[in-house]
């Protein structure tokens, strides 16, 4: 059973930048496939990215591409996602999500699911 756990989420001004962490345990990090998500009050929770096992692939929703950038370190146990230039509208909770395939990401069908970590931009 894997175990994500994400930190870095905090209250940033509009235009700030924030980098988020997540830590995976208890499963082999380097075969998953993983991604972030997120969750605003009242709103479904949306894909923002994806990596691939390897790191070679990256894949972007329109929302934040060029501005969120999501890497991995497999020796860490880690993914990671860069946010630039934020946005009121980018405030939400904040999930990372472990899958075997990749597609089941964009499928919204992950194995795995972090606790979550709460992004606040201010105007």
């Known amino acids: 059973q894997v175990q994500l756990v994400e930190s870095g989420g905090a209250w940033v001004q509009a235009g700030g930048s924030l980098r988020l962490s997540c830590v995976a345990s208890?499963?082999?990090?380097?075969?998953?496939?993983m991604g972030w998500f997120r969750q605003a009050p009242g709103k479904d929770r949306e894909l923002l990215a994806r990596?691939?096992?390897?790191?070679?692939?990256?894949y972007y929703e329109d929302v934040v591409k060029g501005r969120f950038a999501i890497s991995r370190d497999n020796a860490q146990s880690t993914v990671y996602l860069q946010m630039n230039n934020l946005k009121p509208e980018d405030t939400a909770v904040y999930y990372c999500a472990a899958a075997k395939l990749l597609m089941k990401l964009s499928a919204y069908q992950p194995e795995y699911w972090g606790q979550g970590t709460q992004v606040t931009v201010l105007p």
């Open positions: 990596i691939s096992w390897s790191g070679s692939g990256t």
């Open positions: 208890g499963g082999a990090f380097d075969q998953l496939s």
